[in-house]
Each structure stands twice: as structure tokens, then as C-alpha cells.
């Protein structure tokens, strides 16, 4: 079982920074990628940045390219989502997710087993 808790939400400007934190705690020794995803009002859940964790391979959503950046910090069991350049259709509750299948399809929300509790990006524009 592997637990997952995200922080570093809030409210900022069109045109801000946010760093979103995701905390891995359990069979940490099993998990093969840890991803990002996010929901706003009304929509499905989507994909928007992953990273193995062996290798340190990153994957992201074309919306987010070039503005998103997703890194871990092995020590502390922590991946982070570094957002720049924010938009107000960045609005949306971000989960992270851990998958322990190794050579899962990380862009797909069913690849994933455990789930964070979310956290609310807001985005003013």
C-alpha cells in the first residue's frame, strides 16, 4: 500500500508560479512512476506530467509543455510539479498518483492504483 499527499496549492495570478509537492509514503520501493493529473469543474481527469522513478524519465501533456516541469527528490520520497507561465484553464484540483507497474502507459488515469487527496490550483486571469 502506498500513500500519497499533495500540498502547495493556492490562488495566483495569471502569469504566476506555483511548486505542487507530492509526499510517498508505504511500499515505497515498489512504485515505477508517480504522475500528475488534474480535474476541473465539469471535466474528466487528466493527464498532465509523470516521472519514473528509476531513470528519472519524464512525460508531459502538450498544454503544459514548456511551462510545467516535473521532478523528484528521491531522499524524501517527493515529487514535485513546478507550474510557470499559469493560465486560468490551469484551474483545476491537482491529484498525484503513484502506479507500481513497471512499464506502465503513465498517461492514463486506470494505469494508476494509489491516489492523493488532491489540491486546488486557482488560476485568476
Known amino acids: 500500500q502506498v500513500q500519497l499527499v499533495e500540498s502547495g496549492g493556492g490562488l495566483v495570478q495569471a502569469g504566476g508560479s506555483l511548486r505542487l509537492s507530492c509526499v510517498v509514503s508505504?511500499?515505497?520501493?515498489?512504485?515505477?512512476?508517480v504522475g500528475w493529473f488534474r480535474q476541473a469543474p465539469g471535466k474528466e481527469r487528466e493527464f498532465v506530467a509523470a516521472?519514473?522513478?528509476?531513470?528519472?524519465?519524464?512525460y508531459y501533456a502538450d498544454s503544459v509543455k514548456g511551462r510545467f516541469t516535473i521532478s523528484r527528490e528521491n531522499a524524501k520520497d517527493t515529487v514535485y510539479l513546478h507550474m510557470n507561465s499559469l493560465k486560468a484553464e490551469d484551474t483545476a484540483v491537482y491529484y498525484c498518483?503513484?502506479?507500481?507497474?513497471?512499464?506502465?502507459?503513465?498517461?492514463?488515469?486506470?494505469?494508476?492504483?494509489?491516489w492523493g487527496q488532491g489540491t486546488q490550483v486557482t488560476v485568476s486571469s
Open positions: 516521472i519514473t522513478w528509476i531513470g528519472g524519465n519524464t
Open positions: 508505504g511500499r515505497t520501493f515498489r512504485k515505477y512512476a
Open positions: 498518483a503513484a502506479t507500481m507497474v513497471v512499464g506502465a502507459n503513465v498517461g492514463l488515469r486506470n494505469e494508476y492504483d494509489s
